[in-house]
């Protein structure tokens, strides 16, 4: 079965500061996708970034990029320069394609920006 | 180019009642995607409508109904409200295989 996980309910950095979000997945897949989503409290999921299985190299969006490790199922997100704006619910998740590509979720992470 | 919508934006409901949530999908997207997000959770996958059609169907029980019509929009059913519906309700339209692009939900409570 395929699953998401992500271990820090809650994070906290303070502004201007970087911030790592952890993530962990499981499946028997080779091929696959893998996104952060942010959810602000007007509860619209935004994509954030997205990193296709097959390429080594980790995905980058201005100050969010990814660390993408394959053989260790590892998918973590790092936020530099951190803005009160980025204070929000982040989700890790997945999808392999499929006939739906319906995305897998882990139970999310709080993070708060201290200014 | 007019983004994701959905209504209503709350609703409160009371066990064994019937709902019906609506979605507008993004222009040009053929896919709607339906999940659900209790409190405190990551969304679950209901299921997807193609062109009308159900295209896959997570694990949710046959009260959670769904319809898609000509002109993509979507709606969702469910019959026989539990406490456990209590949730928010998103919707991610697409094409086919796509990046999916989220409405802002719709917030169910069931009394």
């Known amino acids: 079965a395929q699953t998401v996980t992500q271990s820090q309910p809650e994070m906290s950095v303070q502004e201007a500061e970087t911030v790592t979000l952890s993530c962990t997945y499981d499946t028997s897949e080779s091929d696959y996708y893998l996104f952060w989503y942010k959810q602000p409290p007007s509860r619209q999921m935004i994509l954030v970034i997205r990193?296709?299985?097959?390429?080594?190299q980790n995905a980058t969006e201005n100050r969010f990029s990814v660390n993408f490790q394959k053989a260790a199922k590892s998918f973590s997100l790092k936020i530099s320069d951190s803005q009160l704006g980025d204070a929000a619910m982040y989700f890790c998740a997945y999808t392999y394609g499929g006939a739906t590509n319906k995305l897998i979720f882990g139970t999310g992470t709080l993070l708060a920006v201290q200014p | 180019e007019t983004g994701v919508t959905q209504s209503p934006t709350h609703l409160i409901k009371t066990r064994g009642q019937q709902v019906t949530l609506r979605c507008s999908s993004q222009s040009g997207h053929n896919t709607v995607s339906w999940y659900q997000q209790a409190l405190g959770q990551g969304p679950q996958f209901i299921f997807q409508y193609y062109r009308e059609e159900e295209n896959g169907r997570g694990n949710f029980p046959p009260r959670f109904s769904g319809l898609q019509f000509p002109n993509y929009s979507s709606e969702l059913n469910v019959n026989a409200l539990e406490l456990d519906d209590s949730a928010l309700y998103l919707c991610?339209?697409?094409?086919?295989?796509?990046?999916?692009?989220f409405g802002p939900g719709t917030r169910l409570t069931v009394l």
């Open positions: 991610a339209s697409s094409l086919l295989g796509g990046e999916q692009f």
């Open positions: 990193q296709e299985a097959y390429k080594q």
